[in-house]
């Protein structure tokens, strides 16, 4: 580039091409190419095909393989490399990998897909993927799906880790991403998971899982799926995954439990909102403003994100759920329950009443015991107390094997163990700090007995529910010195209505005479005074209203000696 300069300046100087030439030690055709032309030398092109006779009869073999590839899984499929060795094995090709590679790089290039830029409209669709991520927990590191929700617009992120990702769980994060929103987008964005779309279909077509549809019609939303193998499709979550990983998971988080961990990730998600959307002038937050703005509000009612089965319970009270066993109460024995699974825990209802509530459990093969529905059995058998896992794995204060032992001392083994049955079935009734203050309070001698155990508990059930405690006690001073609490005035109660029980007669069946208007009215203002009051045998025995009202109606029953 130089030497062009020279030698045209030198031309103009007056230089001869002759004496040119000798000077910069080049040719006169040069000499003359340089004062003719630009001012700078001319830039090298390459040829835009090169012959590749010995290829020539190979083309349609190349591009039969090419054509085959596109059906077969991306990790197995032809490389230039391999098609040369091809060639040259099993077709007899002579020529050079150059060409071949030439060849398939052009075919490849035409078939290369181009794409146009989006733009989406505030409010109108949301995003979602899974994330994996590792985290360290008290028991070691492990494996955590994390469902991710964007809004396509403002790149809001919703994050939650979830133990699994199936069909609940996806429920479950989706219905408290539009809680924690408070919104609801007008389309849902997925790609192809089995646990939302049981099939593809041609095109766009999915048969939707029956679950995810029921939760798109609950809050109104389109449910949409890419085309296989088109993650472009929805590029804003599969970058906050990116994101979920790169950033928010580097270092490895150290967690105590997903809670911990589901807080951090909230709290990730709500400082993203102060930064910078790319490309734009405004927040993330302010964005996700404009996305709340368009977006529908929430339904009245909450979906309730559970995937339903109908199961036989068999003759152990099992219900098999995901191939895992959940106990349930004696009377569903045989019967068939519907078992609704949530990510946390699983239920079973019988004839429109949930009768049983356990942890989830993903372990295959486990069982879920709840001790408290075999004790109607247990009443029956209660050797099962030393010979069932159900009941030596039972939790139970220190106070309960004290009673056992106290109660086989004083009524031997066998029906020590069966006494002691029977108080433990009060737990399907009553707390069991009801049961463990009743046996503390009767830890004497003579409170080895289940019959007075089992009084003096229903006594207490009963009292709790009847009488509670309305002294000032129950007050604080402050809340006492309230102007509408001094101001509460309780009339006096009327006794009038007692008048009933009274009789004027002395004489058995006959009455005296008396004032009929008074008497009606009486009977009516005591009748308005207290409805509800029913007049029944009572244990101390009371006087009945009615002929022979004048007799006492005697009621005496045995009473135990024992001071409960």
Known sequence: MDDYGRIRRAHRDGMSIRE??????????KIREVLHGAGQPQQYSQRQTQAAPRLGPFHETIRQILADDESQPPK?????????????DEHGYL?????????VRKHRTNKRETFIPLDHQPGQRLEADFG???VDFPDGRRRVSVLILVWSYSNAPFVIALPTERTEAIL???????????????????DNPKTVADAVLSGRSRKINQRYAALASHYVFEPLFCLPASGNEKPVVE???????RKWSTPVPKMEDFEELNNYLRQCCLQEQQRLSSGKTETIGTRLEQDKQNAAGLPRHRFDPCIRREVKVNKYQFARFE??????????????????????????????????????????????????????????????????NVYRQWKLPPVFDELRERLENRHGLCAGAKQYVRVLQLLSAHPVQRVQKTIEQ???????????????????????RNQPDFSPATLSKEELSRPEVLSVQVPCPSLNHFDLFLSTSTQGDHRAPTNNTEEKRSESTAAEQSQAVKVTGHECGVREVGPRSGQLKSDVRAISAAVD
Not at 95 to 103: K, N, P, Q, S
């Open 95 to 103: 020529g050079g990998y150059d060409a071949v590679c030439r060849f």
């Open 323 to 388: 191939n895992v066993d959940y106990s349930v109460p004696r009377q569903c024995a045989f019967q068939t329950v519907s078992v609704k699974g949530y990510v946390d825990r699983v239920e079973m209802v019988f004839k429109g009443t949930v009768v049983a509530t356990h942890q989830r459990s993903y372990e295959k093969g486990c069982q879920i015991l709840n001790p408290l529905h075999y004790l109607a059995a247990l009443g029956r058998r209660p050797a099962a107390l030393d010979h069932s």
């Open 172 to 190: 479950e994060g989706m219905v408290q991403a539009f809680e924690y929103f408070d919104r609801v987008p007008k389309e849902v964005w997925w």
């Open 20 to 29: 040119i030439a000798r000077t910069f030690h080049h040719s006169r055709r």
């Open 76 to 88: 197995q499929r032809h490389t230039a490399q391999r098609i040369f060795e091809r060639l040259r």
């Open 132 to 134: 994996k991520i590792y």
């Open 442 to 464: 009767l830890r004497g001698p003579e409170g080895a007995d289940a019959d007075r155990i089992i009084r003096r508990v229903k006594r207490s059930t009963a009292h709790a």
């Open 239 to 245: 970058n906050r995954v990116k994101t979920l990983q």
